[in-house]
């Protein structure tokens, strides 16, 4: 017998997924024919970077079940689930995800996720250029694709580049908080920010749990557990930290200065 095939998606039917056969073979395929059905591609794929162990089932399908809702939007190029949801078990606020795209979707994503999944959703929309440059010279985009799962096949460029404009509007934030009085959790989100770029130029791992180990080395697993918590501290306790993150920035800006 002639070997027949076609490609065609699957349909949503009312009772049953269907496969429509093409006008054009309609003649070689009729009502009763015993016909295999091969799965070629699957419309919604999960890929994981290389240092992530496989997610818990739950999590897992509620990532599937975003990549479908956002499939309507044909302005996406790439999704990226990244963060703490990827690796904890329970000690997660939000679920970040990036989105690359020219098009800024941050608060249309932002709402249908949240009327659909009433959860907490914190979205960055990067658009595809810029999204190439900062692979390679912005430390935090490097550390947190450390750890993700895409819609799409992915690897984080090996090659980087040291760019000083952006590593000092990187450092923004922590030299304010030398000066400005602000919540807690900013101290620990300073420190984060300031090893992440220190290991970047010293091209050390930019693992984002090695770096939370290392502030707990610094300043104590307690304290590191307040400020990421916004609990209240002590006038002695923010001077400490304060001098921790002035003897960051100077080694930083030491590096810098130093390289051509």
Do not use: W
Request: glycine residues 2%.
């Amino acid at each position: 017998m002639e070997k027949l095939k076609f490609v065609h998606k699957v349909s949503k039917g009312s009772r049953f997924n269907q496969i429509y056969v093409p006008k054009e073979m309609e003649r070689h395929f009729q009502s009763g024919d015993l016909v295999e059905v091969t799965l070629l591609e699957k419309s919604i794929s999960v890929h994981y970077s290389k240092n992530l162990v496989k997610l818990s089932e739950f999590k897992e399908t509620l990532i599937k079940n975003i990549f479908l809702e956002l499939r309507r939007f044909k302005e996406i190029k790439q999704i990226f689930i990244v963060g703490s949801f990827l690796t904890q078990k329970q000690d997660y606020n939000d679920i970040d995800i990036i989105i690359i795209s020219e098009k800024n979707l941050e608060k249309e994503i932002y709402e249908i996720l949240i009327d659909k999944f009433e959860l907490k959703f914190h979205i960055i929309n990067i658009p595809e250029d810029n999204f190439e440059s900062l692979q390679k010279y912005c430390p935090m985009t490097r550390s947190m694709l450390y750890y993700f799962v895409s819609n799409k096949k992915f690897s984080l460029s090996k090659g980087t580049e040291l760019n000083k404009n952006h590593i000092k509007f990187l450092l923004m934030m922590p030299e304010d908080i030398l000066t400005i009085t602000l919540k807690p959790r900013v101290f620990y989100d300073s420190l984060r920010r300031l090893l992440t770029i220190e290991r970047f130029l010293e091209n050390d791992s930019l693992d984002p749990l090695e770096v939370n180990k290392e502030i707990q080395t610094l300043i104590t697993k307690n304290l590191a557990t307040d400020i990421r918590n916004n609990e209240n501290i002590s006038d002695e306790i923010i001077k400490k930290l304060r001098n921790i993150i002035k003897s960051k920035l100077s080694k930083i800006n030491r590096i810098i200065d130093k390289s051509q």
